[in-house]
């Protein structure tokens, strides 16, 4: 009771039955039947007005794309009367309220109220990130969230993108590791990879700090490996397998 979900129909599908078995059906005592926040590189933004809040929420996902996804994504429905309708903006144009993509360094973001007013953004259950900048192109200004709300005045007369973008900095990707016999590490200008077993289906991914993808590479199975580079600094070695993922920071010299 009180939970609501969407259902996308596919386009070649004129008509189609929905059903739901009695044995998906439950009940519990609980009050809320969401879970916590506990999700690495997230973060959820807040549009205040009128009293009203709205939330959108971000992630990045090296599985998501940069265009809607259904697995991973939700559509944005325009909220009712004066209240805030505040949504990511997808590469395909698609308005979303939840937003999973690879990592990138900007998005746009969509703003619309029924009425003109006083709006404003804030942040919440961040995970992971040093820097979210908001950039209002009208005003020319940059705000990072993290350290203060942003305020402004919506009118019903400007278009509900093109005004705001957001720019990321991470301070690192989150390490969860599920891979505790994968030994990385690195010597000068060389990236070792040991495994006492052969993992498959590896897609292997180092990242900058600030979250931008600098090597990519696919593998059939793995077991030791060395990576020849040419990149200096301190990276992020993203590591996705059948049997598992990790993540590593290394410094290259």
Known sequence: MGQGFGVVMADNLSSKAFTIPKTSKTHTAGTFNKKGNSETNSFVLNAVSNNVIDDIKFRFNERASRNYDVEYDAYKLKSFGTSPTTYFV?????????????????????FSMSESGEVTFSLNNVND???????????????????????????????????????????????????????????????????NKKLTNVELKIYSISGQLVYSNNYSDLTNKEIQTSLKGVYILKLNSNEGVTTSKISLK
């Open 129 to 195: 990130f040093s820097e979210i900048v908001l950039e209002d192109k009208v005003e020319g200004k940059f705000t990072d969230l993290l350290k203060n709300t942003y305020s402004f005045n919506y009118s019903t007369d400007e278009s509900e993108t093109g005004r705001f973008k957001l720019h990321f900095k991470q301070e690192a990707l989150s390490e969860v590791d599920y891979l505790s016999d994968l030994d990385i590490y690195s010597n000068q200008g060389t990236i070792y990879i040991n495994n």
């Open 90 to 110: 997808a590469d395909d144009g698609v308005k979303l309220a939840i937003c999973e993509m690879p990592f990138s360094e900007t998005i746009d973001l969509g």
